[in-house]
Nanobody, 124 residues
Framework: QVQLVESGGGSVQAGGSLRLSCADSGRAFGIYTMGWFRQAPGKEHECVAIISWTGSTTYYADSVRGRFTISRDNAKNTVYLQMNSLKPEDTAVYYC?????????????????WGQGTQVTVSS
């Protein structure tokens, strides 16, 4: 059973930082590819970052590369998204997602498990 719970969202001014966490209560976290997605009002889901199950490979969307960092601690069943130099356009609900098949895709359909989402609001 995979249960993903995000935390760490909130409101911040432009240029600020937030760190999102996503904890899984299941036993197999360490073998999943993990991704962070976001959805802004009126927009489609966007994959912002992916991390392999070993943590050795990462992907970032062009819109966040150089500002966001994805990491994981398999001993704690947790994946993180460190967000620096935040911009108003980063405002969205952020979701973590797990792919038990250890695939590598930015498509939503590649992820079988999702958290409930956490709101990030960046004001100018």
């Amino acid at each position: 059973q995979v249960q993903l719970v995000e935390s760490g969202g909130g409101s911040v001014q432009a240029g600020g930082s937030l760190r999102l966490s996503c904890a899984d209560s299941g036993r197999a976290f360490g073998i999943y590819t993990m991704g962070w997605f976001r959805q802004a009002p009126g927009k489609e889901h966007e994959c912002v970052a992916i991390i392999s199950w070993t943590g050795s490979t990462t992907y970032y969307a062009d819109s966040v590369r150089g500002r966001f960092t994805i990491s994981r601690d398999n001993a704690k069943n947790t994946v993180y998204l460190q967000m620096n130099s935040l911009k108003p356009e980063d405002t969205a609900v952020y979701y973590c997602a797990a792919d038990p098949s250890r695939g590598w895709t930015t498509a939503r359909r590649g992820y079988g498990y999702w958290g409930q989402g956490t709101q990030v609001t960046v004001s100018s």
